[in-house]
Nanobody, 121 residues
Framework: QVQLVESGGGLVQDGGSLRLSCVASGRTFSSYSMGWFRQAPGKEREFVAAINWSDGGTYYAYSVKGRFTISRDNAKNTVYLQMNSLKPEDTAVYFC??????????????WGQGTQVTVSS
């Protein structure tokens, strides 16, 4: 079992920045590839970014590429999502996700509880 706790969400103006953190506890964090998803009101949950535990390879949704950066610190059991140049359409609840294995796969094994990000225009 892996427990994921997100933090760092909040209210920010259009063009601002936020950094989300997700701390994992339970099984060996470094055995899991990690990702971020988001869900806006009335919409389905969508993939945002992911990072492999094996080689640090990263993946991004087209809508955030060049603005968001995912990273991880295995010593701290933490994955980060640095979000720059935020737009009102980035407003959503952001969820941390863990996938067992060396490379990211969208078939998530564990979810966090989510953290709200609101971007005002």
């Amino acid at each position: 079992q892996v427990q994921l706790v997100e933090s760092g969400g909040g209210l920010v103006q259009d063009g601002g920045s936020l950094r989300l953190s997700c701390v994992a506890s339970g099984r060996t964090f470094s055995s899991y590839s990690m990702g971020w998803f988001r869900q806006a009101p009335g919409k389905e949950r969508e993939f945002v970014a992911a990072i492999n535990w094996s080689d640090g390879g990263t993946y991004y949704a087209y809508s955030v590429k060049g603005r968001f950066t995912i990273s991880r610190d295995n010593a701290k059991n933490t994955v980060y999502l640095q979000m720059n140049s935020l737009k009102p359409e980035d407003t959503a609840v952001y969820f941390c996700a863990a996938r067992r294995g060396s490379r990211w796969n969208p078939r998530v094994d564990y979810w966090g509880q989510g953290t709200q990000v609101t971007v005002s225009s």
